[in-house]
């Protein structure tokens, strides 16, 4: 996802990754998953299949190992600060993990089409590529190209 904000002629942008789960919903999704899946086991249970059980409770922990490494995924945020004068891109889940910053003068923005037709996005001064929005689907790539494309046009017809 991608988001732009304008504040006194500078520019933020924000890149997140798509995510269906928001919020309680996870927890509702989760907590839905898990009572039909013991309800099931206990069910057996009953029924004198006594294995079952830890069968389910692995089978849940290995289902809430894996909702836990999709939701800390899908917590990665970048933001991309642009001005007059500088080009800042930080990253983190929830604070800013990496930053870097540069003189927007020494900086490009570089777009890249790798050998299997995937786009990468980067920012390149002084021989170095900071990569923006590997976790990006391609049409929100595209989105980001037009957003900083508009962007830098915009801050270059305001030097002149």
């Known amino acids: 996802m991608v988001k732009v904000e304008e504040v006194n002629n500078s520019y933020l942008i924000s890149l997140s990754p798509n995510s269906s789960l928001v919020g309680i919903y996870r927890i509702i999704f989760l907590a839905s998953i898990s009572s039909v899946c013991l309800g099931i086991a206990i069910i057996f249970y009953f029924f004198g299949a006594a294995l079952i059980l830890p069968f389910a409770g692995l089978e849940l922990t290995?289902?809430?190992?894996?909702?836990?490494?999709?939701?800390?995924?899908s917590g990665k945020r970048e933001k991309i600060y642009i001005?007059?004068?500088?080009?800042?891109?930080?990253?983190?889940?929830?604070?800013?993990?990496?930053?870097?910053?540069?003189?927007?003068?020494?900086?490009?923005?570089?777009?890249?089409?790798?050998?299997?037709?995937?786009?990468?996005?980067s920012f390149r001064s002084k021989g170095e590529d900071i990569f923006i929005g590997d976790f990006l689907n391609e049409d929100d790539k595209n989105i980001l190209i037009d957003e900083i494309t508009r962007i830098i046009e915009s801050l270059n017809l305001k030097i002149f």
């Open 83 to 121: 001005s007059q004068e500088i080009v800042k891109v930080e990253r983190g889940t929830r604070k800013a993990e990496y930053s870097w910053k540069e003189f927007r003068t020494f900086t490009y923005f570089n777009i890249k089409k790798e050998r299997d037709k995937r786009i990468r996005l």
């Open 62 to 73: 290995i289902l809430f190992i894996a909702f836990y490494l999709s939701f800390k995924w």
